[in-house]
């Protein structure tokens, strides 16, 4: 199935304008939730808005939006007002400035859209990710859309572009707030830490090896209590005994194996299955408790 383009934009590459279309990069795979059911009949419960000082209910038609300039002081807005507080959406994509990729830390990385040419642009699209590609950069810029301005990178992927959203520099908490402190390290710790790494080490991000156990585990569970079993939580699994001599910890997960000194996983598959019994049933002996999210 073809994607869909979700919304359009200009990028300005100097005096070249190169229209383009925005696609969804991924797509939501939420965490498995459940909804909140009155116990009695299992309706789905409605949320309600309530005011405390008036002591009632509050339908959408009664609701203002206020911006609080002082504690339990606002201001309200009418929807004209809110109108007029929003940027001008030009769907302009304006470079900036040219950066290396690897100037810009992961930490600032928000959502990801892809780019693709709009119609008569694919010369002009190719054109600006193949310079992007040779001379090692990517392009910031700024996008004005949905009332909100934007900062970005366009950066190539493969053969086409990404728009890559970035959080503002007061959107990322700074590192000195946890307090880090600075203790000496040896260099037989530092020689130990650096083979293990290498044991575990690879050349390239493989993501379609990697998948959401947890979620999948979980999803298990709920198919068999659709299809009327019991499910049964495990037992808490005991914690990791605490650090106490660096140097046999490093040694001791050498000489563990496999990659980066621990050991493989349990595929979710297989622990999903352990811990259901027939409803009314007992459970055989040698069944395995599974946990329950």
């Known amino acids: 199935m073809a994607a869909r383009a979700i919304g359009t934009g200009t990028i300005t590459f100097g005096l070249v304008t190169i229209p383009v279309k925005l696609f969804a990069a991924g797509e939501a795979q939420a965490s498995v939730s459940f909804n909140l059911l009155h116990a009695t009949c299992k309706s789905r419960l409605k949320q309600q808005y309530f005011c405390p000082k008036d002591d009632v209910v509050v339908d959408r038609g009664e609701m203002v939006k206020g911006y609080e300039f002082a504690k339990n002081q606002y201001v309200t807005f009418t929807d004209d007002e809110l109108r007029a507080l929003d940027e001008q959406a030009t769907e302009a994509i304006d470079i900036v400035e040219f950066l290396p990729l690897s100037s810009v830390d992961p930490i600032y990385y928000d959502r990801a859209w892809y780019l693709g040419p709009d119609r008569g642009a694919d010369k002009a699209y190719r054109l600006l990710g193949e310079a992007l590609r040779q001379t090692g950069r990517v392009a910031l810029a700024r996008y004005a859309t949905r009332g909100r301005q934007y900062l970005v990178l366009v950066r190539p992927l493969e ?52 998948a959401d ?22 037992p808490a699994a005991a914690p990791r005994a605490q650090v106490i001599d660096l140097m046999e910890a490093l040694k001791a997960s050498l000489a563990a194996g496999g990659p980066a000194g621990t050991a493989p996983a349990t ?24 946990t329950r999210s």
């Open 159 to 210: 053969n086409g572009l990404v728009l890559q959203q970035l959080r503002y520099a007061e959107e990322v908490r700074p590192l000195a707030e946890l307090g880090l402190g600075n203790p000496a390290l040896t260099d037989a710790e530092l020689t130990l830490a650096k083979e293990l790494i290498e044991r575990g080490a690879g050349e390239e991000f493989h993501p379609e090896r990697y």
């Open 213 to 234: 156990d947890v979620k999948a585990r979980v999803k298990a569970l709920i198919q068999q209590k659709v299809e009327g079993h019991q499910i049964t939580a495990a």
């Open 267 to 290: 595929p979710a598959g297989g622990r999903a299955r352990a811990g259901i019994k027939a409803a009314g049933k007992k459970p055989a002996r040698a069944r395995a408790k599974a």
